[in-house]
């Protein structure tokens, strides 16, 4: 009968389990040394050696002749252990004896000494999901069994074991297996098998097997059925995205090329493939871009092995982290709303044109948009030729470096509201304020209308500008101008007799900047010609 090669090729010793050195070689030195716990707890995803380890260890603690911390698989306990002839090692699924009842007759079990072997081994996987009323009755014989008994608990979920069991337990934490032990576990698996498999596939199956060997012997089972297996026997017998699909659909995207992202689309669609899983893939690529574009040092050991490292930097190319970041935003919002979606493909389709159009919206800050737009620019735009119109004048000779004019016609309403409003004519700037000649002639005129001591600050202190609107009567201190605007009605009217005409007077300390506010200069002359007082401040 044929039988799986994830179980076929289960590991027989420690040496056999790939990926988990730092468990193998802890539990191999407790071996030899001989100082085993009573309790130990296996914890970490699906297919990466928990039950096959426990196994391991129920051999090791009973074989006859151990070598380096393995169990020797010659042995009668080995081999008893193995046929399932031995039953003093008991294996126990909690998914289906969760009860109270299950756990009370392992431990009356316990009470009695084995008959075959040295110790009796107890394994319970998926040891989560005993009952809170399980987990309580075994707490007491967890924590001091009698010494001819060892037990061995496994979980993929241990936030759900009491904090109670995790105490009275040795525990290891299994990783997830990296893809180049995974793939190199399978060319040899597929040597011994006969089976032809190409890097590029074992890559592949490496990559969505996500750290499970189980999970990567299973996909290489199901991708020999056909024959050879590559890359493109790969995608069709597990209907998952190739690399070089991911890549063609990666540079639509770049391209804004909606029309062909979504055909593609089409395509993986009619092909079986899952949408759910393509965005999936097109995440894991975006991923990879992201790294290279944005790490200062080598990354190539933390890229997916499904993508040449070469093809990642191309496609890097033109493209800032700012938009990655957008895209992976929008695939996984897509990824959401796909499994409530009553039409799966059009919601990936839609993913698809958003993905080619993205809007300023889809970046997180301003900082983002701007550097996607310098990028752009950068690499340049594409801008066709329009013809021009009967009515477009012609540039003058000898200018061809001259652009061409502008036409607004069909442009959206919003640039007419942000267009700047056209300039005003200029107007021509006012006349600068020339020293009054008619100064000293203004003096003698003041004479026996203002004090003497207004009249010889100003003699000493002071000096006049005219213009057309007013006469600015300058003052070196402070003092002189305090006192002439004591005065400033008779001031005046001499100015007045000077000029032959009524004028505004203002008196200004020399240090102070002249007021530039020729509106506010006509209102006042206008008041002043409807005889309006007007109070300056």
Not at 57 to 63: P, Q, S
Request: glycine share 6%; with cysteine; aromatic share 4%.
């Amino acid at each position: 009968m044929y039988q799986a090669l994830y179980r076929k090729w289960r590991p027989l010793t420690f040496a056999d389990v790939v990926g988990q050195q730092h468990i193998t070689d802890t539990l191999r030195a407790q071996l030899m040394a001989a100082r085993l716990s009573h309790a130990y707890l296996f914890t970490g995803t699906r297919g990466t050696g928990k039950t096959t380890c426990a196994k391991i260890l129920a051999r090791a603690v009973n074989c006859e002749r151990l070598q380096d911390g393995d169990p020797c698989g010659e042995c009668p306990a080995c081999q008893g252990i193995l046929n399932g002839s031995i039953l003093d090692v008991v294996e126990l699924d909690a998914a289906s004896n969760n009860g109270v009842d299950n756990i009370r007759d392992i431990l009356n079990e316990t009470r009695y000494t084995p008959t075959a072997v040295r110790r009796r081994v107890y394994i319970i996987d998926e040891v989560h999901m005993l009952s809170t009323g399980a987990f309580n009755a075994l707490l007491k014989t967890l924590e001091e069994p009698p010494p001819h008994v060892l037990f061995i608990l496994a979980t993929t979920e241990i936030h759900k074991v009491p904090q109670t069991i995790l105490s009275r337990c040795q525990r290891f934490d299994f990783r997830r297996i990296n893809p180049r032990d995974i793939a190199a576990r399978l060319c040899e698996v597929a040597a011994a098998e006969g089976i032809q498999v190409t890097d590029g596939a074992a890559q592949l199956i490496a990559r969505l097997a996500d750290g499970a060997m189980r999970d990567a012997l299973s996909m290489l089972d199901r991708a020999s059925g056909g024959g050879p297996i590559d890359e493109a026997a790969v995608t069709d017998s597990l209907g998952v995205l190739g690399a070089d699909d991911a890549v063609g659909l990666m540079e639509s995207i770049k391209a804004g090329d909606a029309a062909g992202a979504v055909r593609l689309i089409g395509e993986y669609y009619r092909a079986g493939r899952d949408l759910a899983g393509v965005y999936d893939q097109l995440l894991g690529l975006i991923r990879d871009m992201l790294l290279t574009g944005t790490a200062k040092g080598d990354v190539s050991a933390l890229l997916s092995p499904a993508y040449p490292a070469e093809t990642v930097r191309r496609l890097c190319e033109g493209t800032v982290p700012a938009t990655l970041i957008a895209w992976s935003q929008i695939i996984q919002e897509s990824l959401t709303r796909q499994r409530t979606a009553s039409n799966r493909r059009i919601e990936a389709e839609l993913c698809a044109v958003r993905l080619c159009s993205l809007h300023g919206d889809d970046y997180d800050d301003l900082t983002g948009r701007v550097s996607a737009i310098e990028e752009t620019l950068k690499h340049g735009i594409t801008v066709q030729a329009q013809p021009a119109s009967a009515g477009t004048a012609a540039p003058p000779p000898g200018d061809e470096d001259a652009p061409p004019p502008f036409d607004d016609s069909d442009a959206p309403e919003w640039v007419d509201e942000e267009r700047p409003a056209p300039a005003q004519e200029k107007k021509e700037p006012a006349p600068s304020p020339q020293e009054w000649t008619g100064w000293p002639q203004l003096l003698e005129t003041l004479k026996g209308r203002v004090s003497i001591a207004v009249l010889t600050n100003l003699q000493l202190s002071g000096r006049a500008l005219l213009t057309e609107t007013a006469l600015t009567i300058l003052c070196d201190d402070e003092i002189t101008q305090q006192l002439a605007k004591k005065d400033q009605p008779a001031i005046e009217q001499a100015a007045a007799a000077v000029l032959g005409h009524t004028i505004k007077v203002k008196i200004r300390y020399a240090e102070e900047q002249p007021e530039k506010n020729s509106a506010l200069d006509e209102i006042v002359e206008l008041a002043h010609k409807l005889d309006i007082e007007v109070t300056e401040f």
